[in-house]
């Protein structure tokens, strides 16, 4: 072998190394900015009046069944509540069920005002269950719930949140993905799936209110490639 090719190939080898080292650093750079990319965060819909506050769970169309559900939906979300600090004194939800109850009277149901009062709250958090399912065609697990959300001052009596001019009501959706390869025909399963959707719903209520970050799906993923 000539000077001239031993100086061709030893140039050939050190590019190919130069290379894999380029390339093993991309790959390290990819993984690092993939773990270390921070999870998008989601601002406060409504700074929520430090005073008596109750949350009603609205379900007259027994959309959430069993009624323990929404006694888990109602906790779950002043839980929240008084864990992020938003408000010092919540109410039983259970106490706010119990005063609708009381005061509906056949067709015409208790306003959300007479509610309040009647269990000596300030603010009502009135979240109207508009779904609340685990499966769509009775085998496959896909857990959905709905609801409508409004906060209401009793002391200017009148809504808060979300603004008149700007919607009705702040509509909440909930999923729970991962959940598909679940069956359905043990009755624990469903119960600890129905129980899992609740308590999520009852969290997404409350994040309403405050702060918070949520890692979506491929919110991490900065490059396509490993």
């Given at each position: 072998m000539t000077t001239m090719s031993r100086i061709k190939l030893?140039?050939?080898?050190l590019l190919g190394v130069a290379f894999c080292?380029?390339?093993?650093?991309?790959?390290?750079?990819?993984?690092?900015?993939?773990?270390?990319a921070p999870n998008p965060v989601t601002e406060a819909q409504y700074e929520l009046k430090d005073t008596s506050t109750v949350i009603f769970i609205d379900d007259r169309r027994n959309w959430v069944s069993p009624v323990r559900l929404r006694r888990i939906i109602g906790d779950t979300a002043s839980e929240g509540l008084?864990?992020?600090?938003?408000?010092?004194d919540v109410i039983s939800p259970r106490d706010a069920t119990a005063a609708a109850r009381q005061?509906?009277?056949g067709p015409h149901p208790a306003g959300i005002d007479r509610?309040?009062?009647?269990v000596g709250a300030k603010q009502v958090i009135y979240v109207e269950?508009?779904?609340?399912?685990?499966?769509?065609?009775g085998m496959t697990p896909e857990p959905y719930a709905a609801c409508r959300v409004r906060v209401i001052d009793l002391n200017e009596q009148k809504r808060m949140f979300p603004r008149v001019e700007d919607s009705d009501a702040r509509l909440v959706e909930v999923t729970l993905?991962?959940?598909?390869?679940?069956?359905?025909?043990?009755s624990r399963q469903r119960q600890k799936l129905g129980e899992l959707l609740a308590i999520e719903t009852g969290k997404k209520v409350a994040m309403l209110f405050y702060e918070h970050s949520e890692a979506a799906?491929?919110?991490n993923l900065l490059y396509g490639e490993r």
């Amino acid at each position: 072998m000539t000077t001239m090719s031993r100086i061709k190939l030893a140039s050939a080898v050190l590019l190919g190394v130069a290379f894999c080292m380029m390339l093993c650093s991309c790959n390290i750079a990819s993984t690092v900015a993939y773990v270390t990319a921070p999870n998008p965060v989601t601002e406060a819909q409504y700074e929520l009046k430090d005073t008596s506050t109750v949350i009603f769970i609205d379900d007259r169309r027994n959309w959430v069944s069993p009624v323990r559900l929404r006694r888990i939906i109602g906790d779950t979300a002043s839980e929240g509540l008084l864990k992020e600090e938003l408000v010092t004194d919540v109410i039983s939800p259970r106490d706010a069920t119990a005063a609708a109850r009381q005061l509906d009277r056949g067709p015409h149901p208790a306003g959300i005002d007479r509610v309040g009062e009647l269990v000596g709250a300030k603010q009502v958090i009135y979240v109207e269950m508009v779904g609340f399912s685990l499966t769509q065609d009775g085998m496959t697990p896909e857990p959905y719930a709905a609801c409508r959300v409004r906060v209401i001052d009793l002391n200017e009596q009148k809504r808060m949140f979300p603004r008149v001019e700007d919607s009705d009501a702040r509509l909440v959706e909930v999923t729970l993905p991962g959940t598909k390869s679940q069956g359905m025909t043990d009755s624990r399963q469903r119960q600890k799936l129905g129980e899992l959707l609740a308590i999520e719903t009852g969290k997404k209520v409350a994040m309403l209110f405050y702060e918070h970050s949520e890692a979506a799906i491929g919110a991490n993923l900065l490059y396509g490639e490993r």
